[in-house]
């Protein structure tokens, strides 16, 4: 059950979209990252304000929150979203272990004004050879020796 303290940060979230639609940063969406009862990182839609098309409201949220953190895990944190997460983001969630998402929009209202991600589901689930954009698997052997070396790394950072 979502009590005030949800609320409060899902208000946040919706407030960073209005703020980012009003300054032309990118779309209507806004995110929150919070970690034990406090925001440690946030973030609206900068597609079009960056010409970056990863500057999505959670992708900007979660680089400023492993920053805020200096760590590249978010265990242990929620994020608030003004939208349910594209597969991008979630993707991306998922990554830095946040264990709750929080939406307001569905991806359905997002499709009805105009930002529709059904078509990178369905592709998700394709062969790569069978996608839009055909991927194409090649040199192999070369890229598995840097495998094998990140294998036998001692010093390695697990992720």
């Known amino acids: 059950m979502e009590d005030e303290r949800d609320k409060k940060f899902m208000l ?6 209005r703020q980012g639609v009003d300054s032309n940063l990118g779309g209507p969406f806004g995110a929150v990252i919070v970690k034990d009862g406090r925001i440690i990182g946030e ?4 597609v079009t304000s960056t010409n970056d098309p990863t500057a999505h409201a959670e992708i900007v949220a979660i680089r400023n929150a492993c920053l805020q ?17 594209c597969p991008m983001c979630l993707g991306a969630i998922y990554w830095a ?3 709750k998402i929080f939406y307001a929009c569905t991806r359905k209202d997002a499709a009805s004004i105009g930002f529709d ?17 055909k991927g194409v698997n090649f040199m192999r ?6 495998f094998k070396m990140w294998e036998e790394k001692p010093d390695k950072i697990p992720y």
């Open 141 to 146: 052997e070369e890229a598995m020796k840097v």
């Open 97 to 99: 272990r946040i264990k």
């Open 12 to 17: 946040r979230a919706i407030e960073l979209a």
């Open 43 to 46: 973030g609206c839609n900068r």
């Open 117 to 133: 991600d059904d078509f990178i589901y369905k592709e998700i689930n394709l062969f790569p050879e069978k996608r839009s954009i």
């Open 69 to 85: 953190l200096n760590s590249f895990s978010l265990e242990g944190a929620a994020i608030y979203t003004s939208c349910e997460p």
